[in-house]
């Protein structure tokens, strides 16, 4: 038999009234991130009581105080959300992935001039509002999100979203099998 440390025991429901009794430090946490996170906020509260077992568990290890838990905790939690959060580019893993693919591919930095025709093709493949926020997005000398194409518009994020996916979904779909056809 597998002995139990008593202390373990205990983090769980530990776990499960500290997540009732912070969840305006939970959502304070989340909230830059929630919009992009794929869950709703049953999901959010499981992540944060899986993130404050973690932590009191590793407290309890190390023989530290709970009342860390809370310092802990903001740190252990944000980095799930930003894990979870779909879409949320940091500047820092750009950087990193960018770095890698120069080592690795040095070639690839050599070509860097879209093809003018190709573009071209792909556009044919979407709508006429489709392709109007395709073509202001290309022209931007740099990424623009979701809140500047809405306001050039004068459209709503989520219809601004929703326009951009259907694009894309129409590209991926039939776009890419006439545009690798003409060429």
Same mark, same amino acid.
Request: proline share 3%; aromatic share 8%.
């Given at each position: 038999?597998?002995?139990?440390?008593?202390?373990?025991?205990?983090?769980?429901?530990?776990?499960? /009234?500290?997540? /009732?009794?912070?969840?305006?430090? !939970?959502?304070?946490?989340?909230?830059?991130?929630?919009?992009?996170?794929?869950? &709703?906020?049953? &999901?959010?509260?499981?992540?944060?009581?899986?993130?404050?077992?973690?932590? !009191?568990?590793?407290? $309890?290890?190390?023989?530290?105080?709970? =009342?860390?838990?809370?310092?802990?905790? +903001? !740190?252990?939690?944000?980095?799930?959300?930003?894990? #979870? *959060?779909?879409?949320?580019?940091?500047?820092?893993?750009?950087?990193?992935?960018? *770095?890698?693919?120069?080592?690795? =591919?040095? &070639? #690839?930095?050599?070509?860097?001039? #879209?093809? &003018?025709?190709? %573009?071209?093709?792909?556009?044919?493949?979407?709508? /006429?509002?489709? +392709?109007? #926020?395709?073509?202001? %997005?290309?022209?931007?000398?740099?990424?623009? =999100?979701?809140?500047?194409?809405?306001?050039?518009?004068?459209?709503? %994020?989520? /219809?601004?979203?929703? $326009?951009?996916?259907? *694009?894309?979904?129409? %590209?991926?779909?039939?776009?890419?099998?006439? $545009?690798?056809?003409?060429?």
């Amino acid at each position: 038999m597998c002995s139990v440390n008593p202390n373990k025991q205990n983090i769980w429901p530990l776990a499960q /009234s500290w997540v /009732s009794a912070n969840r305006v430090l !939970i959502w304070c946490i989340a909230a830059p991130y929630y919009r992009y996170m794929s869950c &709703d906020s049953r &999901d959010l509260a499981g992540e944060a009581q899986l993130a404050v077992y973690q932590v !009191i568990s590793v407290l $309890i290890d190390q023989n530290k105080d709970l =009342s860390l838990t809370s310092q802990y905790f +903001r !740190i252990v939690f944000g980095t799930r959300c930003i894990q #979870l *959060a779909a879409g949320v580019a940091l500047a820092n893993e750009q950087q990193a992935s960018m *770095a890698i693919q120069n080592e690795q =591919s040095p &070639d #690839l930095n050599e070509c860097c001039e #879209l093809d &003018d025709a190709v %573009i071209a093709v792909t556009l044919s493949a979407l709508t /006429s509002r489709q +392709r109007l #926020l395709s073509l202001w %997005i290309l022209s931007q000398p740099r990424p623009v =999100s979701f809140n500047t194409i809405a306001n050039h518009f004068g459209i709503h %994020i989520q /219809s601004a979203r929703k $326009i951009l996916s259907n *694009a894309i979904k129409r %590209i991926e779909g039939y776009g890419n099998q006439r $545009i690798c056809e003409d060429l």
